[in-house]
């Protein structure tokens, strides 16, 4: 079955720095990723829609500039957190594959 | 576009006993539906989903969902539940024309001795 792996799982990062998330398709090729934001124990919300080749689309309400979205080939998209602040930490998780539902294992940020 | 409203955001029951966590969706296309179970600190798992075709779906350990669209619901039913199957459950939509997955807000399963 598709496989989603994201990476890294955990990251701890300076304010004022910035952190990278990869999100990788193992199994299968993904034109569309999607990457989700998850305060604690809430739930889920979409931030952006990663599309290969072209520029992602944004949700209404994310920073375009603070969260860069790359998906340069098939298989792999990346969320870059510029200039992290600590109202920045948060669980980003992705996915991708038919119907976009296999998730990434996420990733748990902490600006510091 | 399309929402999710799960109903209990907390649901307490005693092991072996049987549960329902509901959820019912609202959108003007077709849908597709899906549970997911999140334990603490990791991602999503996929329990089940309704494409098409049957419209009572089961997972492996035991759940089962039954799509029904003059409700608007994808309910999830266990007939007995574990200790193990303590953890928050979400209820997801996606319509047949977009490619973003709506979230419900969560049900927290707790599974008591």
């Known amino acids: 079955g598709a496989v989603v792996s994201q990476h890294p799982s955990r990251v701890i990062c300076k304010s004022g720095t910035s952190v990278k998330i990869e999100c990788r398709s193992l199994?299968?090729?993904?034109?569309?990723m999607f990457w989700y934001r998850q305060f604690p124990k809430q739930s889920l919300m979409l931030m952006a829609t990663?599309?290969?080749?072209?520029?992602?689309?944004?949700e209404q309400g994310v920073e375009k500039d603070k969260f860069l979205i790359n998906h340069a080939s098939l298989t792999l998209s990346t969320l870059t957190v510029t200039s992290a602040h600590p109202e920045d930490s948060s669980f980003y998780i992705c996915?991708?594959?038919?119907?976009?539902?296999?998730f990434g294992s996420g990733t748990r940020l902490t600006v510091v | 576009a399309q929402s999710v409203t799960q109903l209990d955001s907390q649901v307490p029951v005693f092991e072996e006993a049987p549960v329902e966590l509901r959820c019912n969706y609202s959108s003007s296309v077709s849908v597709y539906l899906f549970w997911y179970v999140q334990y603490p600190n990791q991602g999503l798992q996929l329990l089940l989903k309704?494409?098409?075709?049957?419209?009572l779906v089961e997972s492996i350990n035991g759940f089962e969902a039954e799509f029904n669209k003059s409700q608007t619901s994808f309910h999830l039913r266990k007939p007995s539940v574990h200790i193990s199957d303590t953890a928050e459950y979400f209820c997801a939509v996606r319509g047949y024309n977009n490619n973003d997955m709506r979230f419900g807000a969560g049900t927290r399963l707790t599974v008591k001795p």
């Open positions: 199994d299968f090729q993904a034109t569309t």
């Open positions: 996915s991708a594959g038919n119907y976009g539902y296999t």
């Open positions: 990663s599309n290969e080749g072209s520029k992602a689309t944004y």
């Open positions: 309704y494409l098409s075709g049957s419209t």
